[in-house]
C-alpha cells in the first residue's frame, strides 16, 4: 500500500495512528485482510524497480485496519548471481509495535523470516541472501493483533557471477502458505465469577463456585468450613457439640465420661477409670479359716468383679497389712468378700477401699 507524495504519506499514517489507537480494542472483530489492496495477495505484489543495483518501496500495514500484509516483488538481472541484502524500517503509532517480513523465492519456496514475536523499541529488521538471483516476493506484515506502522522496504544487491539457466515465468507457481491468524489472548481465571472450562483457572481455587473434586481445592479450607474436610478439621474453631476431629477443641469442652456407658467420641472416655470407693463393713463373719465380709458399697457405686478392695488402717488411707480382699459377689447395694483377718482385726479396721481395675 504505498503513498504518492509527502502528503498522502502523512494521512495514512495518521489513519494507522487513528486504527491502532481507538480499534486496538476490538481488533478481534477486524479480518486481518477485510481492508487490504491487490498487494495484499502475492498475485498482485508490487514491483521494487532495481537502479544501480537498489530498490526502495514504503507503505503501511496495519492489523486492527484490515490490512496487515503487502506483497513485494523483486526482480534481479536476468543471468545475475549475488547476495541480496533486505532492511525494512518502520514508524509505529505508539512504541513497542512491531513488523516483520519473510521472503519466497519465484517457487513460493520459503527463503527466510525476520521474527517479530517479541515486544521491544527495535523499529527495524534485516535480512541477507547469499546465491541471489531471479525473482524474491517479500512479504511485509503487521505481527500481532494491535500491531502497525509505516514502513520502508530497501533492496541492495551486489553480483557475484552469472546464473539462472530457465525462465521462470514459465514455470507454474503455487500460492504460498498464508500467514497464520495471531490468536485470541487468554482470558484471566476471575475467582469471584469462576469458570471451570477457562484454561487459565485449571490450577486456581476460588472463594465460591469451584466443582465437586476440584484438585487445586483438595488442600483448601472453603467459606464457610465443611468439617468433613481435613484442611478445616486443622484450623476451624470448634463447633457446638464439639467435634473430637477439629483441632481447637479440647478435653474441657466435653462432659466428664460415663463409665456405665463410655462414648468413643468424648476424649475423656480415653482410658478413663473410675474413682476409688471408700466405705465401710455392714457385717462379718468366720467362716473356717475366713472372715467374711459384706460391705457396703455394690454395682449402683460402679463396682464391678473386676475391681480390687483392701481393708484400710484405722481412719488412714494405708492399706491394713494382710488386709487384700477376694471378692466373692457384687450386688447391687453391697459386696462380699473374704479375708485372711480375725474379726478383731475387722472390728477395729471396718473401712474398705475399692480401686478400679
Known amino acids: 500500500?504505498?503513498?504518492?507524495?509527502?502528503?498522502?504519506?502523512?494521512?495514512?499514517?495518521?489513519?494507522?495512528?487513528?486504527?491502532?489507537?481507538?480499534?486496538?480494542?476490538?481488533?478481534?472483530?477486524?479480518?486481518?485482510?477485510?481492508n487490504s489492496g491487490t498487494d495484499g495477495k502475492v498475485k498482485g505484489a508490487k514491483a521494487l524497480v532495481m537502479e544501480s543495483g537498489e530498490a526502495k518501496s514504503s507503505g503501511i500495514v496495519t492489523y486492527p485496519g484490515g490490512d496487515r500484509i503487502d506483497w513485494k516483488l523483486i526482480e534481479l538481472p536476468e543471468k545475475s548471481k549475488g547476495t541480496l541484502d533486505l532492511k525494512l524500517t518502520w514508524t509505529p503509532p505508539r512504541p513497542g509495535l512491531q513488523l516483520a517480513f519473510d521472503v519466497f523465492d519465484e517457487w513460493n519456496s520459503p527463503v527466510g523470516e525476520t521474527k517479530g514475536k517479541k515486544r521491544g523499541r527495535g523499529r527495524s529488521k534485516t535480512m541477507q541472501i547469499t546465491g541471489a538471483k531471479g525473482k524474491y516476493f517479500v512479504r511485509v506484515y503487521a505481527v500481532g493483533r494491535g500491531?502497525?506502522?509505516?514502513?520502508?522496504?530497501?533492496?541492495?544487491?551486489?553480483?557475484?557471477?552469472?546464473?539462472?539457466?530457465?525462465?521462470?515465468?514459465?514455470?507454474?507457481?503455487?500460492?504460498?502458505?498464508?500467514?497464520?491468524?495471531?490468536?485470541?489472548?487468554?482470558?484471566?481465571?476471575?475467582?469471584?465469577?469462576?469458570?471451570?472450562?477457562?484454561?487459565?483457572?485449571?490450577?486456581?481455587?476460588?472463594?465460591?463456585?469451584?466443582?465437586?473434586?476440584?484438585?487445586?481445592?483438595?488442600?483448601?479450607?472453603?467459606?464457610?468450613?465443611?468439617?468433613?474436610?481435613?484442611s478445616c478439621q486443622a484450623t476451624m474453631p470448634c463447633p457446638n457439640p464439639p467435634d473430637r476431629r477439629v483441632k481447637s477443641c479440647k478435653p474441657s469442652q466435653?462432659?466428664?465420661?460415663?463409665?456405665?456407658?463410655?462414648?468413643?467420641?468424648?476424649?475423656?472416655?480415653?482410658?478413663?477409670?473410675?474413682?476409688?470407693?471408700?466405705?465401710?463393713?455392714?457385717?462379718?463373719?468366720?467362716?473356717?479359716?475366713?472372715?467374711?465380709?459384706?460391705?457396703?458399697?455394690?454395682?449402683?457405686?460402679?463396682?464391678?468383679?473386676?475391681w480390687k478392695a483392701t481393708v484400710l488402717r484405722g481412719d488412714s488411707d494405708a492399706a491394713l497389712s494382710g488386709g487384700e480382699v477376694i471378692i466373692?459377689?457384687?450386688?447391687?447395694?453391697?459386696?462380699?468378700?473374704?479375708v485372711r483377718l480375725t474379726t478383731d482385726q475387722v472390728k477395729a479396721n471396718d473401712r474398705v477401699k475399692f480401686s478400679p481395675p
Not at 269 to 277: F, G, H, I
Not at 329 to 336: I, L, N, S
Open 1 to 34: 500500500m504505498l503513498g504518492k507524495s509527502v502528503g498522502s504519506h502523512r494521512i495514512a499514517l495518521a489513519l494507522v495512528l487513528g486504527v491502532g489507537l481507538g480499534a486496538a480494542a476490538c481488533a478481534h472483530n477486524v479480518g486481518q485482510d477485510s
Open 328 to 338: 466373692i459377689r457384687v450386688d447391687k447395694g453391697a459386696t462380699v468378700g473374704k
Open 147 to 230: 500491531d502497525a506502522g509505516k514502513y520502508r522496504l530497501t533492496a541492495e544487491f551486489k553480483e557475484a557471477i552469472a546464473g539462472i539457466q530457465f525462465d521462470p515465468l514459465k514455470l507454474e507457481i503455487p500460492e504460498p502458505p498464508k500467514l497464520a491468524a495471531v490468536p485470541e489472548p487468554e482470558v484471566p481465571c476471575d475467582e469471584f465469577a469462576f469458570d471451570p472450562k477457562n484454561p487459565a483457572c485449571k490450577m486456581i481455587c476460588p472463594k465460591a463456585g469451584a466443582p465437586a473434586g476440584w484438585p487445586p481445592c483438595k488442600d483448601v479450607c472453603p467459606t464457610p468450613p465443611d468439617i468433613n474436610i481435613p
Open 254 to 306: 466435653w462432659p466428664k465420661c460415663n463409665l456405665a456407658a463410655p462414648d468413643p467420641q468424648n476424649p475423656n472416655c480415653d482410658n478413663a477409670k473410675a474413682d476409688p470407693v471408700t466405705t465401710r463393713v455392714l457385717k462379718y463373719e468366720v467362716q473356717g479359716s475366713d472372715t467374711i465380709l459384706t460391705i457396703g458399697a455394690g454395682t449402683n457405686q460402679g463396682i464391678g468383679k473386676a
